[in-house]
């Protein structure tokens, strides 16, 4: 698979959240799927820079194609950074999903995975999300005729250790319904996923289900937990 992993690399806020956590996530993802044999290119955007001068950055990233021969197309598009009910750390927004699309279609395989290690993206006022960043997303991709399907992750948290992720399904024809919990809160395999995930951010070696569960399906993670 072609692999373009976004990141953000300033810090805000008088936090550390670039440097401790957007930036060395990345890599770790990055690492990790190029040890899989995936092309990969990591790329960092200035996330301090005003909003149109981020999009058109990223933007430019995106144009790119992959490194392999730079005519290719994506077929995984990660993002980490911070995220609300109504847009990305990259600039993009739900008013300007139009321009998103017009810059990332022409990139996108027909089939894609678009982890967004990002906070509240998939919060929505309507039924599973409906109507937030990620389902808008999923909508106007779907609408352009591509398949696949977006994680993101519905609260605040860390951005690879937060367990409230929905998964928002693309068909290729059109909008959907808000998503689908990747685990569900009160399910019987709950507390492992959690367990797992903090496991994962504060102990080194305690596994990849993190970086791995946008590529299973909803059975093989739960397989995974009860394993």
């Given at each position: 698979?072609?692999?373009?992993?976004?990141?953000?690399?300033?810090?805000?806020?008088?936090?550390k959240d670039?440097?401790?956590?957007?930036v060395?996530?990345?890599?770790?993802?990055?690492?990790?799927?190029?040890?899989?044999?995936?092309?990969?290119?990591?790329?960092?955007?200035?996330?301090?820079?005003?909003?149109?001068?981020?999009?058109?950055?990223?933007?430019?990233?995106?144009?790119?194609?992959?490194?392999?021969?730079?005519?290719?197309?994506?077929?995984?598009?990660?993002?980490?950074?911070?995220?609300?009910?109504?847009?990305?750390?990259?600039?993009?927004?739900v008013?300007?999903?139009?321009?998103?699309?017009?810059?990332?279609?022409?990139?996108?395989?027909?089939?894609?995975?678009?982890?967004?290690?990002?906070?509240?993206?998939a919060?929505?006022a309507?039924?599973?999300?409906?109507?937030?960043?990620?389902?808008?997303?999923?909508?106007?991709?779907?609408?352009?005729?591509?398949?696949?399907?977006?994680?993101?992750?519905?609260?605040?948290?860390?951005?690879?250790?937060?367990?409230?992720?929905?998964?928002?399904?693309?068909?290729?024809?059109?909008?959907?319904?808000?998503?689908?919990?990747?685990?569900?809160?009160?399910?019987?395999?709950?507390?492992?996923?959690?367990?797992?995930?903090?496991?994962?951010?504060?102990?080194?070696?305690?596994?990849?289900l993190?970086?791995?569960?946008?590529?299973?399906?909803?059975?093989?993670?739960?397989?995974?937990?009860?394993?």
């Amino acid at each position: 698979m072609n692999v373009l992993v976004l990141h953000a690399t300033k810090n805000t806020g008088g936090k550390k959240d670039a440097t401790h956590v957007f930036v060395p996530e990345a890599a770790r993802f990055a690492a990790h799927m190029v040890a899989q044999g995936h092309e990969v290119m990591l790329r960092g955007f200035d996330n301090l820079l005003p909003p149109p001068r981020r999009r058109a950055e990223v933007e430019q990233v995106m144009n790119l194609g992959p490194a392999r021969d730079g005519l290719g197309t994506w077929d995984v598009v990660a993002f980490f950074g911070h995220g609300t009910r109504r847009g990305i750390q990259t600039g993009h927004n739900v008013a300007t999903l139009p321009r998103l699309l017009r810059a990332l279609r022409p990139r996108l395989s027909g089939r894609v995975v678009m982890p967004l290690y990002a906070c509240s993206t998939a919060g929505g006022a309507g039924p599973g999300g409906d109507g937030g960043f990620a389902d808008r997303l999923r909508d106007v991709l779907s609408e352009a005729g591509v398949t696949g399907h977006i994680d993101a992750h519905t609260v605040l948290g860390h951005s690879t250790a937060n367990p409230y992720v929905r998964r928002f399904y693309l068909d290729g024809q059109g909008a959907g319904l808000g998503g689908d919990w990747v685990v569900a809160p009160g399910s019987p395999n709950w507390r492992p996923w959690v367990r797992q995930l903090h496991a994962e951010r504060d102990e080194p070696g305690a596994g990849t289900l993190r970086f791995d569960f946008p590529f299973m399906t909803l059975p093989e993670v739960d397989a995974a937990l009860e394993g």
